[in-house]
């Protein structure tokens, strides 16, 4: 067998995640796509994918990192551009090189980086609707959305926390502990399609499934003055059954960079 290392880039918008489901499902997602570009390019011998991250639906990445296991030795540029020619539009390899048997894209990780882009404008550019989710300020009675507080709660959650109150219940997981390196909000400078585009950067060691998106959405809360600071200081000392805020909408959610 062949070992490649790729990076991917997606748009996740009408995909239901990385993770493939199955030879009688019909449901489209990432993976399904990219081995089954594989598998006509190996005429239909056998070939795995095996990735750093599984995105959930609709959300994006910029730098997602797999290996791919094939049983034919093809040249690493003819099989980024194969695989580029047959994929659809929304999904490119950006990168592909030959690696070794014993890489493994999630294991040998170190951290991965997050970023949650999200605009504030009253009226959302609809170019933007599939990758920048819409925080809208002073809207159908919203409040003014508070910058420097999210700034402020950021700084609560880096470090090592339980972030058990901050993912989706899964009795699976063994431990619900994780260290963010980081964790920032950036406005995004000169943006040719909006004013006032901002994005959550999130650093750390792993993530649970929706652990971005329940960070992003109790930020919002504590910027709209719903929750306070000390809510979220409770939420990671202390486990609980309810959220203390809603969950983020996926589309803003991109996975920018795997290091290793």
Same mark, same amino acid.
């Given at each position: 067998m062949y070992y490649y290392r790729i990076i991917i880039s997606y748009n996740g918008t009408h995909y239901c995640g990385w993770q493939d489901l199955g030879k009688n499902s019909d449901v489209p997602t990432i993976q399904a796509q990219i081995q089954r570009v594989l598998q006509k390019i190996c005429k239909y011998q056998e070939c795995t994918v095996s990735v750093a991250s599984r995105t959930d639906a609709g959300v994006h990445a910029q730098g997602q990192v797999a290996k791919i296991t094939i049983a034919l030795s093809i040249e690493e540029e003819k099989l980024l551009l %194969? !695989?580029?020619?047959?994929? +659809? $539009? $929304?999904?490119?390899?950006?990168? *592909? =090189?030959?690696c070794s048997s014993e890489f493994n894209a999630n294991k040998h990780s170190t951290s991965k980086e997050y970023h949650y882009y999200f605009s504030t404008q009253t009226i959302h550019n609809p170019v933007m609707h599939d990758v920048v989710a819409h925080i809208p300020s002073l809207s159908k009675g919203l409040s003014l959305l508070d910058i420097k507080c999210i @700034? =402020? +709660? *950021? &700084?609560?959650?880096?470090? =090592? #926390?339980?972030?058990?109150?901050? +993912? @989706?219940?899964? &009795?699976? !997981? #063994?431990s619900t502990v994780?260290?963010?390196i980081s964790c920032e909000i950036v406005e995004v400078q000169d943006s040719v399609f909006s004013k006032k585009v901002y994005y959550i950067k999130v650093v750390g060691? %792993?993530?649970?499934?929706? !652990?971005?998106?329940y960070i992003a959405g109790a930020l919002f809360g504590v910027g709209r003055k719903e929750i306070s600071l000390s809510d979220i200081a409770n939420a990671l000392a202390n486990k609980q059954e309810q959220k203390i805020s809603r969950i983020a909408k996926a589309r803003g959610l991109h996975l920018i960079k795997i290091f290793y």
């Open positions: %194969g !695989m580029n020619s047959l994929l +659809a $539009d $929304d999904i490119r390899i950006l990168q *592909c =090189e030959v @700034k =402020e +709660a *950021c &700084k609560l959650f880096v470090g =090592e #926390h339980d972030f058990y109150n901050f +993912a @989706k219940r899964d &009795k699976t !997981m #063994h994780r260290r963010l060691n %792993g993530f649970l499934r929706y !652990m971005v998106r």
